[in-house]
């Protein structure tokens, strides 16, 4: 078991820090269902954590759960040492936490550029006068935005769309707009809900490596939520595996690969 | 030139005038469906209550006299002072937020999510309980509005057109007010919407709440926000209105005028908004004088007039058939 504020060292040599999220006894029921049941695990500082499973594991529940869309019945999150109150998504990701999902929530009438910059909103201070005219501090504000805003753009290879309207683009584009609009705020923790789901090989990997420089270049602390088995285990410095809302498997790839538990929930395993 | 050509221009200049005050109704209509997706049946009702709140004001009234009065049995009606103009302007657009914040907060707080038939049969609530409490709040006189904007003939462009045609135009001061009022209105409108923090978020909320709700935004306050900014343009409008014809209950009436406006425009665009007022301005004086009094052509045509009340919505009806996202509006695109 590892201690809460020492890091560990990956395979590929490199230092994994503190405990940043830390989810306790999780357990979050809708009406009679239980979709989460007393799950506990934790994310740490500049890692990539997977959260595989079946379908209706309970995958995306446990990711609304750390972006605040969904509120435990049970359970407490903890966020960079302090338990986090009962928060409205919004708040959450004021705080760092950026987020995907599965199905694209994109301003479908905005520019791409104009998309990654509200990733920056929560960071703009200038005073609503200055703003509208686009003077002093706002115009400082509006082009240091604009400079990161580039730079994410840059790095996740999409320069030339940044004037389409994003409802022209396809689908495998539009998932690296929506990573390229949460990493436009320097999250402190980034989510993926299936950054891969409903692309061909190719774009996988793409997207497998752009997530991987993520993880170097800005040293991002990443969940991410996959089912695709192959690409997890080569992506991810640790894992958590559930089964019907519950957690049946924690570590690394090849300690996940080994369990039993695991093995049976993906193959089925015959009840005589 | 020719006699009827010159009153075609008179009318023409007055029809951008009157279309001016039709855009600044719809607009309010554009700003609320743009970010919320409702389609507030209450915009008009809203003029009148700022109309009437600031005249209120202005007059020093005691709200809710007629109620005081009849369950105390006393005799009040007037605080017995008047505020100026600026400054009751700046206590009613107070009210107006106020208002924004409990309609959020009362109303479309608990419809989050709902049908968007539902969410506009709230606003037709909303509009006749509007209606009914300004009316207690203020009584049902019609009241005069003079926030000292200037009234009556323009007698620079009268004398200029009359040296230029030997035949004065008539333009009401007040049009022309209303008119640079509108202007300054569109171009602030336009750079919140565009260049601020808060306006960026507001299209963004108008696009996508959940992506709103994950890049950080407050849904609750930018809908506060949207409807606090129409409950401004709606003061504007009822200032506008109530000049011209008096603070009375058939304002909210012209609420109904907007909708062939929006059609025209689009329900999404601002300058849309704008475009429809003007051409329906436009189009329904030049074809009341045209047609319904048989002025152009030598009479060919001669509806006998009162085409004012039906031209607009038939001009929507048309649009509605050929282009129905309006002349701005955003495609309709249906992905199979």
């Known amino acids: ?272 | 030139m020719p006699d009827t050509l010159i009153f075609g221009m008179e009318v023409f200049l007055n029809g951008l005038m009157a279309g001016v005050l039709y855009a600044l109704v719809a607009l309010g209509f554009v700003l609320i469906y743009k970010a919320s997706g409702i389609f507030n049946y209450a915009q008009g009702v809203m003029a009148l209550f700022a109309a009437l709140t600031l005249v209120g004001i202005m007059e020093g009234q005691v709200p809710f006299s007629h109620l005081i009065n009849a369950i105390f049995g006393t005799e009040v009606h007037h605080f017995g002072w008047h505020v100026p103009a600026l400054l009751a302007i700046l206590f009613t657009m107070v009210v107006m937020v106020v208002l924004a914040w409990a309609v959020q907060r009362l109303i479309f707080r608990h419809l989050v999510n709902q049908e968007p038939i539902i969410l506009f049969m709230a606003t037709i609530g909303l509009a006749y309980f509007m209606e009914g409490f300004g009316d207690i709040m203020w009584g049902a006189d019609i009241k005069k509005l003079d926030v000292g904007l200037p009234q009556g003939i323009n007698l620079a462009i009268d004398e200029a057109t009359f040296g230029l045609f030997g035949y004065g135009f008539f333009i009401d001061n007040l049009d022309l007010w209303a008119t640079g009022i509108a202007v300054l209105l569109v171009i602030v409108l336009v750079a919140f919407s565009q260049y601020t923090k808060q306006g960026r978020a507001m299209r963004a909320v108008a696009d996508d709440h959940q992506a709103a709700l994950s890049v950080g935004i407050s849904l609750n306050f930018i809908w506060i926000m949207v409807w606090s900014v129409a409950g401004f343009v709606a003061l504007v409008a009822g200032i506008m209105w109530g000049t011209k014809s008096g603070v009375q209950f058939s304002l909210s009436l012209i609420a109904l005028k907007a909708l062939p406006v929006l059609m025209l425009g689009g329900f999404t665009s601002i300058p849309g908004a704008i475009v429809g007022g003007l051409i329906i301005g436009v189009g329904e004086k030049l074809f009341e004088f045209c047609f319904g009094s048989g002025q152009c052509f030598g009479g060919i045509i001669n509806l006998g007039g009162a085409t004012e009340n039906w031209f607009a919505y038939v001009l929507a009806l048309v649009f509605l058939v050929f282009r129905p996202q309006g002349l701005f509006g955003e495609k309709i695109i249906e992905r199979v």
Not at chain 1, 102 to 131: C, H, Y
Not at chain 1, 189 to 210: H, I, Q, T, W
Request: with cysteine; hydrophobic share 40%; proline share 4%.
């Open chain 1, 1 to 272: 078991m590892l201690d809460a504020t020492e890091g560990y060292t990956t395979a590929d040599g490199r230092k994994i820090g503190g405990v940043v999220m830390d989810m306790r006894n999780i357990t979050l029921r809708f009406g009679g269902v239980e979709a989460i049941k007393d799950i506990s695990f934790d994310i740490r500082e500049g890692e990539i954590r997977a959260i595989i499973g079946p379908n209706g594991a309970g995958k995306s529940s446990m990711l609304n759960v750390i972006s605040g869309f969904y509120v435990p019945q049970e359970g407490e999150v903890w966020f960079r040492g302090e338990k986090r109150p009962q928060m409205k998504p919004y708040q959450v990701a004021q705080q760092g936490i950026a987020r995907t999902f599965q199905n694209i929530a994109l301003f479908e009438g905005m520019s791409v550029l104009d998309n990654v910059m509200t990733g920056r909103l929560t960071q703009m201070k200038a005073p609503l006068w200055a703003q509208a005219i686009w003077k002093g501090k706002a115009e400082r504000e509006e082009v240091e935005n604009r400079e990161i805003c580039e730079k994410v753009i840059d790095f996740l290879e999409i320069q030339s769309i940044r004037k389409t309207p994003v409802a022209r683009l396809p689908y495998g584009l539009k998932k690296r707009v929506e990573l390229a609009r949460a990493l436009a705020s320097e999250p402190k923790l980034l989510l993926l809900d299936e950054p891969m789901a409903g692309m061909n090989v190719e774009e996988k990997e793409d997207m497998s490596r752009f997530i991987l420089d993520v993880n170097d270049e800005f040293g991002t602390t990443i969940a991410l939520i996959e089912h695709d088995m192959g690409v997890v285990m080569d992506l991810s410095d640790r894992v958590v595996v559930m089964d019907y809302g519950k957690k049946i498997g924690d570590g690394t790839p090849d300690e996940v690969r080994a369990n039993q538990d695991v093995i049976d929930a993906y193959l089925g395993v015959s009840h005589d």
